[in-house]
């Protein structure tokens, strides 16, 4: 039987630590994709997904990232959302030390051009130095063999990597220190974190909008294959503007 609830019987906001749950030790491998949409199913609103979620939505993205070794974004959202480094509080830094971890985590993107602005604060603004993962085989073009250049004089960094997976970039991002990663989409690669199994938990919070556009960006995108692949909800809060946070695990059995 639902009991009814008022947003006065609500909080204004929650801990994120309660809403990121329990964590593995560093140096434990574990992948968290983090989403929000509309009830619609919409995720940005003018391109962006900042109109969508409130001051603890913002908290759990960072307090994610301060989690994490790594975070994990594609090309075209870095471009979309004028994307810049984590921010780390000295405390935190000092916490991240004393894990074993860098004082920040540096922002990975997923990329095959790697045309991107070196000036942007993406290179400027940031704790950590952005690091690009790229297929070996688009490295051995000139175009980009050029930008990859640009890039590092910039204070970029580029990861190779032997084909476009997500296990693939994962498990370098593994052989390079960088156990804990948090994945921040966009929507292909929200799919292919999916299609590919690689999401340890799903922290997906959903807005109370009901947003119609002419031109909608979903939290996934289009998939050619089939696949259903099962999680469990683990938590489920709400804030008195009637956000609601879910965190779904996924659970695997001794093989997977």
């Not at 990597?161 to 991002?173: H, K, W």
């Not at 292909?188 to 919070?205: C, I, K, R």
């Amino acid at each position: 039987m639902l009991t009814p609830n008022t947003s006065d019987q609500l909080p204004d906001s929650i801990d994120t630590q309660v809403l990121i749950g329990p964590v593995l030790p560093p140096g434990e491998c574990e992948t968290r994709l983090i989403g929000i949409a509309s009830l619609t199913g919409v995720a940005a609103i003018e391109g962006a997904s900042a109109g969508l979620g409130n001051a603890t939505d913002f908290a759990l993205l960072n307090a994610l990232r301060v989690w994490s070794d790594a975070v994990l974004v594609g090309a075209e959202t870095v471009r979309k959302e004028d994307y810049f480094g984590a921010r780390v509080s000295p405390e935190k830094q000092q916490q991240r030390k004393e894990n074993g971890q860098s004082v920040a985590p540096p922002i990975v993107v997923l990329s095959r051009s790697l045309g991107f602005d070196t000036s942007s604060q993406l290179f400027s603004n940031s704790l950590a130095a952005p690091i690009f993962a790229v297929p070996q085989d688009m490295l051995d073009t000139p175009e980009v063999a050029a930008r990859a250049h640009d890039i590092t004089e910039a204070g970029g960094s580029i990861l190779p990597l032997v084909d476009d997976s997500m296990r693939t970039a994962i498990e370098a991002l593994h052989m390079h220190g960088m156990s804990r990663i948090v994945c921040e989409g966009g929507p292909q690669l929200n799919t292919q974190m999916l299609n590919e199994d690689a999401v340890d938990v799903f922290h997906y919070t959903i807005s109370p909008h009901a947003v119609l556009q002419p031109s909608e960006v979903r939290l996934f995108g289009h998939s050619d294959d089939d696949r259903n692949i099962p999680f469990v909800l683990e938590s489920v809060k709400a804030t008195s503007d009637s956000l609601l946070f879910c965190r779904y695990r996924r659970v695997r059995d001794r093989k997977g």
